[in-house]
Nanobody, 122 residues
Framework: QVQLVESGGGLVQTGGSLRLSCVASGRTFRWYDMGWFRQAPGKEREFVAAIAWSGGSTYYADSVKGRFTISRDDAKSTLYLQMNSLKPEDTAVYYC???????????????WGQGTQVTVSS
């Protein structure tokens, strides 16, 4: 398994931007498809975005399409999530995860980070 550590969360006003980072260690990062998920209080964890190991394919939840961008830097073993035009409903703990796209699509993964809090004020 790969160990994952997220950072970059915080408090931002509606319409603002944040960039989340997820640094991987332990196994070769470039072998993994990667994803971002989020969980708001009282709600189930939901898929946000995913990127294939090659970086050639990306996938987004409809709720973030056009506002969020997932990317990866294999040389730095780092996954990113650029979040623009943030809304109060984006408030959640954001998690990165590593596995195959098939597993990520089921909100399952062999490796999860500890999460970073994103709060969007209205």
């Amino acid at each position: 398994q790969v160990q994952l550590v997220e950072s970059g969360g915080g408090l931002v006003q509606t319409g603002g931007s944040l960039r989340l980072s997820c640094v991987a260690s332990g196994r070769t990062f470039r072998w993994y498809d990667m994803g971002w998920f989020r969980q708001a209080p009282g709600k189930e964890r939901e898929f946000v975005a995913a990127i294939a190991w090659s970086g050639g394919s990306t996938y987004y939840a409809d709720s973030v399409k056009g506002r969020f961008t997932i990317s990866r830097d294999d040389a730095k073993s780092t996954l990113y999530l650029q979040m623009n035009s943030l809304k109060p409903e984006d408030t959640a703990v954001y998690y990165c995860a590593a596995d195959t796209l098939r597993e990520l699509a089921k909100s399952q993964a062999g490796s999860w980070g500890q999460g970073t809090q994103v709060t969007v004020s209205s």
